[in-house]
């Protein structure tokens, strides 16, 4: 007996439940962290972009949509807009530069600031007191006004004087230099004429085109003029119906939004 070999028990070790899982939760859970972060950076671009510039996003991804060949500085996605800027700017100068209508009018100041020296540089020396610059919801209207003594138009008629001349000219400076589509009105005092047959109706309509004339021949684009119109003497600027003051011509710089909206009538 002492010679018999000794009895080996080998004991396999069996684990429950399956084992190991490998890999597959960490990619499921890789997968959702990388779908909420393109939701969060959705919801960003929703934010941080505007109208246009979502538009631009859209049309890029839209296959039935080309992307416009000339944008505010570029082909991509944002038709060249900077994610967070609201004015469109060229980022390379081999592309065009933005249209001057799509830009913001300067500030109510700097034009009044702008016309006046001009209009003093050319000889009137009283420029302050025949310039008036005001917010509109159209836009920014330019008014260049009588003063006792030195009239805009002849006496009745629609004749212009040099000091209409060189307001204009220094009033189409602005225009030029922004590009803003204009409304021009005319606009008389209350005091009647002795005929029925020719009116202050008439006359504000008469020297309102005369502006009109006298802008198109510094050169400024006929297809900036929206409307001409003669307000008569509905629309004084003074208590005194008769005060020299309430002769004038406006000249509205149309705001680029209200252009917009316009054209969609």
């Known amino acids: 007996m002492s010679d018999q070999a000794p009895i080996i028990i080998k004991r396999k070790?069996?684990?429950?439940?399956?084992?190991?899982?490998?890999?597959?939760?960490?990619?499921?859970?890789?997968?959702?962290?990388?779908?909420?972060?393109?939701?969060f950076l959705l919801m960003w671009l929703l934010n941080a972009t505007t109208e246009d510039q979502r538009k631009g996003l859209a049309d890029y991804f839209n296959p039935s949509l080309p992307i416009a060949a000339v944008s505010g500085g570029g082909t991509d996605a944002l038709n060249g807009d900077s994610v967070t800027a609201e004015a469109k700017m060229a980022k390379d100068a081999d592309y065009e530069s933005v249209d001057p209508r799509e830009a913001p009018l300067p500030p109510e100041d700097a034009i009044k600031a702008q016309i006046e020296d001009l209009a003093t540089e050319a000889g009137i020396i009283d420029a302050e007191g025949r310039v008036r610059v005001t917010k509109t919801d159209e836009g920014t209207m330019v008014e260049l006004v009588d003063t006792e003594g030195k009239p805009?138009?002849?006496s009745g008629s629609a004749v212009p004087s040099p000091d209409l001349q060189i307001l204009i000219d220094a009033?189409?400076?602005?225009?030029?230099?922004?590009?803003?589509?204009?409304?021009?009105?005319?606009?008389?005092?209350?005091?009647?004429?002795?005929?029925?047959?020719?009116?202050?109706?008439?006359?504000?309509?008469?020297?309102?085109?005369t502006a009109r004339r006298m802008l198109l021949a510094t050169g400024v684009k006929p297809s900036l003029i929206q409307e001409v119109s003669g307000?008569?003497?509905?629309?004084?600027?003074?208590?005194?119906?008769?005060?020299?003051?309430?002769r004038r011509i406006a000249i509205i710089l149309v705001n680029p939004k209200e252009v917009a909206h316009s054209q969609l009538r």
């Open 13 to 39: 070790k069996v684990i429950a439940g399956g084992g190991h899982h490998g890999g597959a939760w960490k990619v499921a859970y890789a997968d959702f962290v990388t779908a909420m972060m393109a939701f």
């Open 152 to 154: 805009l138009f002849g």
């Open 171 to 209: 009033t189409a400076e602005v225009v030029r230099a922004t590009g803003a589509s204009v409304k021009i009105t005319g606009h008389t005092d209350a005091l009647a004429f002795a005929s029925d047959g020719y009116t202050n109706w008439e006359l504000s309509a008469d020297r309102a085109n």
């Open 231 to 246: 307000r008569a003497d509905r629309e004084p600027i003074s208590d005194d119906p008769n005060d020299p003051a309430n």
